[in-house]
């Protein structure tokens, strides 16, 4: 079967399956059906290339099969005609970030029916090492669970950032395929955004010991507090602008296409308890800190310990 439907929130797990679907084949076609008509991407894959090369045609967010509204005007019984018809050369792809499909729609049956349908669930930061030693050991590379779950500590919990690290780490290893610790700290880059996030985390949560333990990673490494202060306050701000929209009546969906940010971020920062008026006033207090340490009145690193003791 040469055709395909994946769907997630996570485009970056989507993105993985897509190239290895699309392993070997050097004719890739992508198509924005958000924007293009499936009728295009579907008379490009009916055509044989001269050369006899299969081709892999990419239709992105594929929104026609979920509950999310679309102005562009498919013809889907052209896709139920060809997903009906299984002699296809060509490969076909219908991606959609979504985590869920809009089962009421006959399309969405037809292609449940006719193509091999992908969910990539979000992954569990408690899986994360799991699935760290998985990609490695599918690539043919020894790595330990120990050393996996150094690799995520170093690297970041982001799984985007982590594929791309363990990408770097296969052609660093090639010869050996042996991964160690001291491997890990000679080619990967160590995940400063994201022990940002943990910091932030750690705030909101008024846990004081991962606060600390965030911060002294952070300063271990020679991340400068002025941009601690900078990065934190654009996480607070986020958070701000997240609680002010729910106030609002927003739903978490319209406050992720206003902001422009993944959703995940906005769940995360709804979850939160602090109140408005609290978050405008570390603002603030961060606002201040940042004007004193520029104009020197303030140390930096006092300055920066003194914020995160009384916040």
């Given at each position: 079967?040469?055709t395909?439907?994946i769907?997630?929130?996570?485009?970056?797990?989507?993105k993985?399956?897509?190239?290895n679907?699309?392993s070997g084949?050097?004719d890739?076609?992508?198509y924005d059906?958000?924007?293009?008509?499936i009728?295009?991407l579907?008379d490009?894959a009916?055509?044989?290339?001269?050369?006899?090369d299969?081709?892999?045609?990419i239709g992105?967010?594929?929104?026609?099969?979920?509950?999310?509204?679309?102005?562009?005007?498919?013809?889907?019984?052209?896709?139920?005609?060809y997903?009906?018809?299984?002699?296809h050369?060509?490969?076909?792809?219908?991606?959609?970030?979504?985590d869920?499909?809009d089962?009421?729609k006959?399309?969405v049956?037809?292609?449940?029916?006719n193509?091999?349908?992908?969910?990539?669930?979000?992954?569990?930061?408690?899986?994360?090492?799991s699935?760290?030693?998985?990609?490695?050991?599918?690539?043919?590379?020894?790595?330990?669970?120990k050393t996996?779950n150094?690799?995520?500590?170093?690297?970041?919990?982001?799984?985007d950032?982590?594929?791309s690290?363990?990408r770097?780490?296969?052609i660093?290893k090639a010869?050996d395929?042996?991964i160690?610790?001291h491997?890990i700290?000679?080619?990967s880059c160590?995940?400063?955004k994201?022990?940002?996030?943990?910091l932030?985390?750690?705030?909101?949560?008024?846990?004081y010991?991962k606060?600390?333990?965030c911060?002294?990673?952070?300063?271990?490494?020679?991340?400068?507090?002025?941009?601690?202060?900078?990065?934190?306050?654009?996480?607070?701000?986020l958070?701000y602008q997240?609680?002010l929209?729910?106030?609002?009546?927003?739903t978490?969906?319209?406050?992720?296409?206003?902001?422009?940010v993944?959703?995940?971020?906005?769940?995360?920062?709804?979850?939160?308890?602090?109140?408005?008026?609290?978050?405008?006033?570390?603002?603030?207090?961060?606002?201040?800190?940042?004007f004193?340490?520029?104009?020197?009145?303030?140390?930096?690193?006092?300055?920066?310990?003194?914020?995160?003791?009384h916040?």
């Amino acid at each position: 079967m040469n055709t395909y439907l994946i769907y997630g929130t996570d485009y970056s797990l989507i993105k993985r399956e897509i190239d290895n679907i699309a392993s070997g084949i050097t004719d890739v076609v992508k198509y924005d059906l958000s924007v293009d008509k499936i009728d295009e991407l579907l008379d490009d894959a009916s055509c044989i290339s001269l050369f006899g090369d299969k081709k892999v045609l990419i239709g992105e967010n594929a929104l026609f099969l979920t509950a999310t509204t679309n102005n562009v005007n498919h013809n889907l019984d052209y896709l139920s005609s060809y997903l009906e018809d299984e002699n296809h050369d060509n490969v076909v792809i219908l991606t959609v970030e979504s985590d869920k499909l809009d089962e009421r729609k006959k399309i969405v049956k037809t292609l449940k029916k006719n193509v091999t349908v992908i969910k990539k669930e979000v992954i569990d930061e408690k899986d994360l090492s799991s699935f760290v030693l998985s990609e490695f050991k599918a690539k043919g590379y020894d790595i330990d669970y120990k050393t996996a779950n150094y690799f995520v500590n170093y690297v970041g919990k982001n799984v985007d950032i982590l594929i791309s690290e363990i990408r770097k780490m296969i052609i660093y290893k090639a010869d050996d395929k042996n991964i160690l610790l001291h491997d890990i700290n000679e080619i990967s880059c160590k995940g400063f955004k994201d022990n940002i996030f943990d910091l932030t985390d750690g705030i909101m949560k008024k846990d004081y010991k991962k606060i600390f333990e965030c911060y002294k990673d952070l300063i271990t490494v020679g991340e400068e507090p002025i941009k601690i202060i900078a990065l934190l306050a654009n996480q607070f701000l986020l958070t701000y602008q997240v609680k002010l929209l729910s106030s609002n009546g927003k739903t978490s969906k319209e406050i992720a296409e206003v902001l422009k940010v993944h959703p995940y971020r906005v769940k995360l920062a709804l979850e939160t308890d602090y109140l408005i008026s609290e978050l405008s006033d570390i603002l603030k207090k961060l606002h201040d800190l940042d004007f004193g340490i520029k104009s020197g009145n303030i140390d930096k690193t006092f300055g920066l310990e003194n914020f995160l003791l009384h916040i």
